[in-house]
């Protein structure tokens, strides 16, 4: 009530000054042009009564009975309240007004007649304005006279008296109506608003923080609520990791989360900078009209990384690719990130358009993808390609040596095989680094490597790390096996270590996984929230459908889209009871279409989609939706949840954190994994069914089973590879790569180990 009352008054105060002084000037305009108009008018009626005055014969100049006539109808006429002619102070002629004012007037008239100029003053008579204006004027005949007009004046003062009152009542209105509109205003507008945003924060106090996060507020109140819903999110998740610390106290488990992992971080390195390399930003800004949005490019790497460098902080070194990135960054290219809750530092650098086009598209995703998937897809390798690849690696290694000038050992942990020459290119220039190269993608056969014709600059550039890391033990070996056959090395397979001349680097796995807490283990105990139905989920979509399979995809040829799509078509076929009830439903990230590879997979996937939709479809039903676009996070979470199963068909990778991402939104350990044996998850998710995605029919089957599948067996699977991603989370992953990196001891060497 307080605020009200102080607002109102503040208003109902500022509106009467602006009004008093408004009126003031209007009082003074309008006092001085009725002054004028009186004075001229007086001046006039002077002029005029004086030329009337000198028409009286001589002989009779000064004759009482006709002046006094002439006085008598001068005021009469022009409404004057007095005129008076004056010879002397014995010898005054004038009305009965005019005599009575004239003594007031004597001081005055002889300063007028020894001037000899007209003179128009203001006299006060009886409480009330007079104008008199006098005359001098001179006959031949007689000595100087002065003739005296006087005007009443009062009126003047009555008009400006009404403005006051117009002037107070309108003000008395308006304050009376502004008075109500700011209350009211203040009340729906303001305090209404506040009021639900103060409910909410008292539900998040509570521990439902979804309704705050879903509440929209005004536009004015948007920047309090954002800050207030991020306020209550560090306080829930300083909540949340003490909680989590007291269960796994009271449980006796070893699980990691963030805070274990910063503290063991922090001891690990003993406060030296984490530098993160990638090619891919964590973040980028792209233009959408007039304004700049941030997004998350579709990338498991990034999914793996980003939680590590929230809870590490330090440097994250990446090609810029949004086209407002630019303008968002200091000189430097650097920029604090998230972008609503900064942790760690970005730093971009920006490549050229043949830069872009031969080291990225050309001999990283022409060249070494195609060679280390094995997917039948040929890999092309040119010169001029391999020139650029080499040229982008040297301006990462500048860089990385720049940013740590002044470190004598940093911790550099190069992400993929965009940057498979960086390690020795920073070995070279800072022998004591400690650097770590991790491998996203698979290891192939050495035969297959053998393929590439710069594997040997290519092998001793990775070897130039302490650590290189894959996702599998098989991926490890496939590794070694390769350097033993191109390289003149020593290979001790016991402790799987290389020693190239002076070099020695570890060979081990690390399967990556994703930020999974136990608190995000025993969600399902406490969450109260529904999950969305199947039938919620494609009804947004114009579709009328029981069951519903998800699948989460950059449209790569890697990823066996096209056998998943024959999969459901064989499935439908051999099972026409589930025609009108069953929809799959596709997520794909259109990637890298500048690749004639790429464009050819997205355009035979619409294609096959199309007519699988073509020859099953219904009014209001079709068996596959296909969504080709990128999701967030967010937005791919309820398609998780409502799926009765997820189906991941690669045809060869790394590990695919899809699968963990779907197992871990199984809060009610419900739900089936399809997973290809081709895919490193396969060794890690043994709660999943395995198929060989070449097989349509093996696939198809698996299809039948997990729509079928009792809920008992959907539980044991899932809480079996929920259990699993817990104890391997990501902060897991990261813990035990950075205790290598920064605790590395290297055996003796005897020299006949190869």
């Not at 502004?178 to 409910?199: A, D, G, Q």
């Not at 004598?408 to 290119?425: C, T, V």
């Not at 790394?654 to 197992?663: D, I, P, R, S, T």
């Amino acid at each position: 009530m307080r605020i009200k009352v102080t607002l109102i008054f503040s208003v109902v105060f500022t509106v009467g000054m602006v009004i008093l002084f408004f009126t003031f000037y209007q009082i003074s305009s309008e006092k001085a042009k009725l002054r004028a108009e009186l004075e001229k008018h007086t001046a006039e009626v002077a002029t005029f009564f004086i030329s009337q005055y000198q028409t009286i014969k001589p002989g009779n100049l000064g004759g009482k009975d006709d002046l006094t006539h002439l006085i008598d109808s001068f005021c009469k006429t022009y409404h004057v309240k007095g005129i008076a002619v004056y010879v002397n102070p014995d010898s005054i002629t004038a009305n009965r007004e005019g005599a009575s004012l004239v003594p007031l007037s004597v001081d005055y008239i002889q300063q007028a007649m020894s001037a000899g100029t007209s003179q128009g003053t203001y006299l006060l008579v009886n409480g009330e304005p007079v104008f008199q204006y006098i005359r001098p004027l001179s006959h031949t005949d007689l000595s100087s006279k002065a003739v005296i007009i006087y005007t009443e004046a009062q009126y003047i003062e009555n008009i400006l008296q009404g403005i006051w009152k117009r002037n107070f009542l309108r003000w008395f209105v308006q304050a009376l109506i502004i008075s109500l509109i700011t209350f009211l205003v203040i009340e729906w507008e303001v305090l209404n608003p506040l009021n639900k945003i103060l409910s909410h924060i008292r539900e998040a106090r509570r521990g439902n923080t979804e309704a705050l996060k879903k509440y929209t507020p005004r536009r004015f109140l948007a920047p309090l609520h954002k800050e207030v819903v991020h306020v209550v999110e560090m306080m829930n998740e300083a909540k949340a990791i003490a909680e989590e610390e007291a269960r796994l106290r009271a449980r006796s488990e070893a699980v990691w989360t963030p805070e274990r992992l910063k503290v063991e971080v922090k001891n690990l390195l003993q406060n030296a900078r984490l530098i993160v390399v990638s090619n891919r930003e964590p973040y980028m800004h792209i233009r959408e009209g007039k304004n700049i949005r941030c997004i998350v490019p579709a990338s498991g790497m990034i999914t793996a990384m980003e939680p590590i460098l929230k809870v590490c902080g330090g440097l994250w070194i990446a090609s810029a690719t949004g086209d407002a990135d630019r303008e968002t960054t200091d000189k430097n290219g650097k920029i604090q990130v998230p972008p609503d809750d900064p942790r760690y530092t970005l730093k971009r650098l920006w490549l050229t358009e043949e830069e872009e086009k031969h080291f990225y598209y050309g001999f990283s995703n022409e060249g070494i993808w195609p060679l280390c998937h094995i997917a039948h897809t040929r890999p092309v390798f040119r010169k001029e390609d391999w020139q650029y690849y080499k040229k982008v690696n040297e301006k990462f290694a500048r860089t990385v040596l720049e940013e740590t000038a002044g470190e004598e050992q940093p911790y550099i942990l190069i992400q993929d095989y965009h940057f498979s020459l960086l390690p020795r290119l920073i070995r070279k220039e800072k022998p004591a680094a400690r650097i770590a190269l991790f491998w996203h993608i698979p290891w192939p056969n050495p035969e297959s490597f053998s393929i590439c014709p710069w594997q040997k600059e290519i092998l001793e550039g990775m070897l130039g790390a302490d650590l290189i890391g894959f996702h599998t033990q098989y991926h490890c070996n496939h590794f070694l096996e390769t350097v033993n056959n191109a390289l003149e090395s020593i290979v001790l397979w016991e402790n799987f270590l290389v020693k190239v001349k002076e070099q020695r680097t570890f060979v081990k796995p690390f399967p990556i996984s994703i930020p999974f807490t136990l608190k995000d283990y025993d969600q399902q105990e406490t969450e109260n929230s529904l999950s969305p139905s199947p039938s919620q989920i494609l009804a947004r979509y114009g579709i009328v459908a029981e069951y519903m399979g998800i699948g989460v995809e950059r449209i790569d040829y890697t990823k066996g889209l096209i056998e998943k799509m024959l999969a459901i078509e064989y499935f439908l076929e051999k099972n026409p009871s589930y025609m009108g009830k069953f929809t799959f439903v596709q997520i794909g990230a259109p990637s890298r279409m500048l690749l004639s590879s790429y464009a050819g997979i997205f355009s035979r996937l619409v294609n096959e989609v199309e007519r699988i939709n073509n020859r099953f479809k219904t009014k209001n039903w079709k068996p596959v939706l296909l969504l080709p676009r990128h999701h967030s996070q967010q937005e791919i979470e309820p398609f998780y949840e409502a799926a009765h199963f997820c189906l991941v068909t690669s045809l060869h990778d790394g590990m695919n954190l899809v699968a963990k991402e779907f197992v871990a939104r199984r809060h009610k350990n419900n739900g089936v994994l399809i997973l290809s044996r081709f895919a490193g998850a396969s060794q890690e998710l043994t709660g999943a069914l395995v198929i060989n995605p070449y097989n349509i029919e093996e696939t198809a089957k698996a299809i039948k089973n997990a729509l079928e599948m009792s809920l008992q067996e959907q539980y044991q699977r899932m809480k079996r590879m929920r259990q699993m991603i817990l104890a391997n989370n990501i902060y897991a992953w990261a813990a035990r790569l950075i205790t290598n990196i920064a605790s590395l001891s290297f055996p003796h060497f005897t020299g006949d180990e190869k």
